[in-house]
């Protein structure tokens, strides 16, 4: 007779689950007796939040949820992080956590923890298993929740009694594809007609355009148009960048170039935007007019209350939208004319040989050595902000960056996701000193699964991001700086390679060196930070003549 952790796999193995991350402890010990007899590979990680945040990316990368498992309480706990990242982020992730017997139990209270309550904010669903008849239908629906629009994270707490008890043989719950609904005929028509009024449309591809499901429907859109684009940073990638109508990417809410092309808009067609994203634009009472198109619809925030909604499954809802509009667009360019200055002087000064070398050379550097399908996964500090807005990207999804939690820590497990899916692909963490050493651990894991993976690190000594808004503020420089460890030998300690880099001219060669060579490489290089204040401050600042508190960057 099967047990209750039986079932509960078989169900796992029946939504084509392929690998589970965590750390179990004594409650997991039957599911873990069943994964050992199954298809599913467990991976071990050195720490939950990492394991949350492969499970997350996982989700994040193929539209299906990543899975993750932990013991009871402390264990339990360290998926909150991971499961905040995943519930902002909107990637599905189902979390294993075990639980004390509920039948019985002679532990009194030891290690209990209302985990099931304390999950509830950070996810779509959260429950616990009460018998093993229930197994195949909670966990068939546990994939369903996650995975469908608006994606997000499961928690399921299955008690050891319930995962050890012999249970009938239930089959597992068949799936079938759901097909998401197009967009009204009549939203559609509105839309179209809103559009074709626009003296200088402009479109906006944000968060939910990165879902893997939509990214031709949205290029052919934009093609079909010849409305020129930005992105949201979240949504780089989404259509080829290198088009002709890319005018660039939003990092800062307001007052940087792209801003240019916003401020002149008379609507935006905002794609998939999630307003979890820091605000890639400021809606006001005289600004341009929204469309909203997504797979669900708007929220109403102070900076974005869109005039019209298109609801609905954004490829085939975007088809019919072009179908309305296509040849019929006089103005459809009318902002292009700016583009050019807007990507010269986003690209400015970033092959200056400066030694330490500035954010723009080694945003410029890295994408030299990374292929157009190349994965950069980004942890957050104050590169993000650069990489966003200087990192052209040609593929949806290649630069996975936070811009929702915008937690540190997630950096590396990111990238380990990726190159655990994509083994033929250049993939590259790129992480602050800071972030970095919040998830390191996880170096013993990469090489244990002998990834072919770089990570680039950005020493500054410091909570760099932090420190410099200290700074902007006019508050004295204090307590934001550490000392680190010599990251060539603790890399090696693990039993990875580490390269110093020592020039700017070496950068290139170290980071080609180290894929050449495979394996796990960490690669450290000093970054001048000086940058931060003469452009995102100063030169926007005499540009906008605006006040550099204004600038919000963390
Ligand atoms: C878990 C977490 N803690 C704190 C913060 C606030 N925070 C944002 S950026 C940053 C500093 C990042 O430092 P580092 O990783 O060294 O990157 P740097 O900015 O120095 O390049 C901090 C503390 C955060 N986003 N996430
Ligand atoms: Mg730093």
Redesign the pocket.
Known sequence: MPKGSDLLVRALENEGVERIFGVPGEENLDVVESVRQSSIKLVITRHEQAAAFMAATHGRLTGKPGVCIATLGPGALNFT?GAAYAHLGGMPMIMITGQKGVMSSRQARFQIVDVVSAFRPLTKMSRQIVGTSTIPTVVRDAFRVAMEERPGPVLLELPEDVAGEEAEDRPSVERHPIEIPVAHRAALDRAAEMILEAKRPLIMLGAACSRPRGTTGINAFVRRTGIPFFTTQMGKGTAAGGSQQYMGTAALSERDYVHEAVDQADLIIAVGHDTIEKPPFIMGPNGPKVIHVSYTPANVDQVYFPHAEVVGDLGPSLELLADRIEGKLHTAGALLSIRESILSRIADRATEERWPPTPQRIVHDVRQVMPADGIVAL??????IWFARNYRTYVANTVLLDNA?????AGLPSAMMAAMLYPERRVMAV????????NSQELETAVRLKLNLVVLI?D?G???????KQAVDSFPDFG?TFGNPDFVRYAESYGAKGTRVTSTEGLIPALENAFKAGGVHLVAVP?D?SENTRVLVDELRAKMNSRPEEVEL?
């Open positions: 992080t942890d957050n500090g104050m590169y993000k939690l915008a937690t540190m820590g992480c602050g000193d800071g972030g970095f050493m919040m950005l500054d410091a909570y760099g991001m932090i420190r410099w934001l970054i930070y963390a």
